[in-house]
């Protein structure tokens, strides 16, 4: 993995320190030009990661880069799946059997017993699961997609509940159908790490928060640079920042020094942003 | 070790579910009517399941109940659960009849009973500031308050489900209007009384979209209630307290707190005169596990020590949901007055398309 890796939370109006500066980034990338001129910005800083969710607008996104493959040449996608708006409303709508049989794409056998309020077998429920990564990841048929990644809200409601086999079926299905690297996004990184250890997972891909000032990193700071220190794990640090809260070098001379973080997903809005955060993060792991 | 048993696995009970059962002191037992989400669990997870709650109750040996099924069915399973002495976290609405609710607090006060309902923005760091600096008296005399929420739930006309159906405990006002109501209801009590609501539907047939109201207090403070969960400008959503005083200003978000103060306070170091502004990032203690927020893990966590003979935070008791579901049923009934006065003036759902043998898509 590279070592810098490029998020879309501002191209989506996700910003978790105000809704004004949210607000602000959705209406300055309402237009798809404007997303792809700050991501042609990034390319041009060296940046050749793009990790995003499955959200509708990265659909045009993926349509334009492959329509220019000169323009991206070693331009990878980290796909981050599901978007996770989608399916909650879809459970205001229809309830949690209405959502799930909403997002599949015909009336297959396994929609209508599903419908049918049938009894799922074990095969079933793995149907069902590949079926929903298939959906999420057409979007991105023919572009270079090496790591695929399941959503935190997804994986930590799947943690805490107890589902530990879903992590290896997904894990599974994307090495086998998809040649990629299966990632698992994380607000709870001890804990995840602890569970895919039990599942026999070796050296998993997980992205969490992590950063100086222990915002959002559950359980404290120093449980997450211990798990970091003992397991092997190739760690992606997000909101290294902490939205702002730490000056841009501090944060990240902070993550050059713990072991285990291999690359830092970051969100810019900005050319000169991307630029500094290219620059502190070279002279950062120069040192 | 506590054993909780969760009733209703819907969207919150998924979340309470997967917060509760990964706490080291409790062990989770899960009750549903659907076969079909419960059957995944059972398979999937270690948690016993049931079909039942009375059987639940009956065989389970709980020392607690998690409840997160419809509305309407809040009251009858708090009591049943209250009367064989165990702890109740109950979502919100509490009761559709607040006389329900004030009774089921007065039983599990005399039992001596954890009692808490699902209001978890008393749980934000940003909302639990600006009652901070209110009760300091940071702001002065409050004179008004604009309570608020808009988020993207009801976009088009759709089928009936429960909460699609005031009766049932559905629509806007129960879901999104309750909470800046619980807000409102935090700071300042009940009020005295209730004015020109408004309780429209936009899409939905037999619920409400749009919630607008004015509240007085004794004393003058007047409140604004504005809600809307109609509109999709908003990616999720979003409530907001604007705070008006005698001595500055406070706007509250999930995110941030902005305050402005015409003199500084000496009892609130870490403010100054003008204006103030404070982040999530400062304002929010980090959870043992995180799911879509710290407030949710906060609160259940709150609730399990409780349980397990810990103090009892008073912070979203039933007392005070009983508040906002009375505060709720006067906005109901003065709705109920104001239509009659022109009825010309309530908005009628638009017709659900309909689809092939007139069946509603």
Redo the contacts between chains.
């Keep these: 993995m590279d070592r810098l890796l490029f998020g879309d939370n501002q191209f989506?109006?996700?910003?978790?320190?105000?809704?004004e500066k949210?607000r602000a980034q959705?209406m300055k990338f309402q237009d798809l030009s404007a997303i792809i001129e700050t991501l042609d910005a990034a390319y041009d800083e060296g940046i050749r990661t793009f990790m995003c969710t499955t959200h509708d607008r990265v659909a045009l996104i993926c349509d334009h880069v492959r329509a220019n493959p000169g323009r991206y040449e070693g331009f990878k996608f980290y796909p981050c799946m599901p978007y996770a708006?989608k399916y909650?409303?879809a459970?205001?709508?229809?309830?949690?059997?209405g959502a799930v049989t909403h997002f599949m794409p015909d009336e297959g056998l396994l929609k209508t017993a599903?419908k049918g309020?049938?009894?799922?077998a074990?095969k079933d429920?793995e149907g069902l699961a590949t079926i929903l990564v298939d959906m999420e990841m057409k979007m991105f048929r023919g572009l270079e997609t090496p790591v695929v990644f399941l959503q935190n809200?997804v994986v930590?409601?799947?943690?805490?509940?107890?589902?530990k086999?879903?992590f290896r079926i997904f894990h599974d299905y994307v090495r086998e159908k998809y040649d990629a690297e299966p990632g698992f996004i994380t607000?709870?990184l001890p804990?995840l790490l602890d569970t895919l250890d039990e599942l026999g997972i070796e050296n998993p891909i997980v992205c969490a928060n992590i950063n100086k000032?222990?915002?959002?990193?559950?359980?404290?700071v120093e449980g997450y640079l211990e798990t970091l220190k003992k397991r092997r794990v190739r760690a992606i640090a997000m909101s290294v920042f902490?939205?702002g809260?730490i000056p841009a070098k501090e944060a990240i001379d902070w993550i050059a020094a713990q072991e285990g973080i291999e690359s830092i997903v970051f969100g810019a809005s900005s050319r000169k942003n991307i630029r500094d955060t290219k620059m502190l993060t070279d002279a950062a792991y120069a040192a | 070790m506590v054993r909780v048993g969760l009733v209703g696995l819907g969207k919150m009970g998924i979340s309470h579910f997967s917060i509760v059962n990964s706490h080291p002191d409790a062990e989770t037992h899960v009750c549903d009517a659907s076969g079909l989400v419960l059957d995944v669990v059972g398979r999937y997870t270690s948690a016993p399941v049931w079909r039942d709650y009375d059987e639940m109750l009956e065989k389970a040996d709980l020392q607690a109940v998690i409840i997160a099924t419809p509305s309407q069915l809040h009251g009858p399973m708090a009591r049943k659960a209250l009367e064989r002495g165990l702890h109740v976290f109950c979502e919100k609405p509490f009761c559709l009849d607040w006389r329900e609710a004030e009774d089921l607090a007065r039983l599990a006060e005399e039992k001596g009973l954890a009692n808490q309902v699902g209001y978890h923005y008393r749980y934000v760091g940003a909302f639990q500031e600006m009652k901070r600096l209110v009760d300091a008296g940071a702001i002065g005399e409050v004179t008004h308050v604009l309570a608020e929420a808009y988020g993207p739930v009801v976009l088009k006309p759709k089928g009936a489900t429960w909460r699609t159906d005031r009766a049932a405990g559905g629509g806007c006002l129960y879901d999104y209007a309750a909470h800046p109501v619980n807000l409102v209801n935090w700071c300042f009590g009940l009020p005295a009384q209730v004015t020109g609501t408004i309780l429209n539907s936009i899409y939905s047939e037999a619920t409400d979209d749009e919630v607008y109201s004015t509240y007085a207090y004794a004393g003058g403070l007047s409140v604004q209630v504005s809600v809307n969960w109609s509109d999709e400008s908003y990616r999720k959503m979003s409530a907001k307290m604007t705070l008006t005083g005698t001595k500055g200003r406070i706007m509250a978000d999930r995110q941030e707190i902005q305050v402005y103060l015409r003199e500084a306070v000496p009892d609130l170091p870490g403010y100054r005169e003008g204006w103030n502004v404070k982040y999530t990032t400062e304002l929010s203690e980090p959870v043992r596990f995180y799911l879509r927020g710290e407030e949710y893990s906060a609160q259940l966590d709150d609730f399990v020590a409780a349980a397990r003979g810990g103090p009892r935070k008073d912070l979203n008791d039933f007392a005070s949901a009983a508040q906002t579901d009375r505060t709720i049923s006067m906005m109901i009934d003065d709705s109920e007055r104001e239509k009659t006065l022109a009825p010309e003036t309530v908005r009628q759902a638009p017709a659900r398309r309909r689809g092939w043998f007139g069946r509603a898509r």
């Design positions: 989506f109006g996700i910003n978790h320190m105000s809704e949210a959705a708006h909650a409303n459970v205001t709508d229809y309830g949690m059997i599903i309020g049938m009894s799922l074990r429920v809200v930590d409601l799947l943690l805490g509940m107890g589902m086999d879903s607000m709870n804990m000032i222990g915002f959002r990193l559950s359980g404290g902490a939205s809260a």
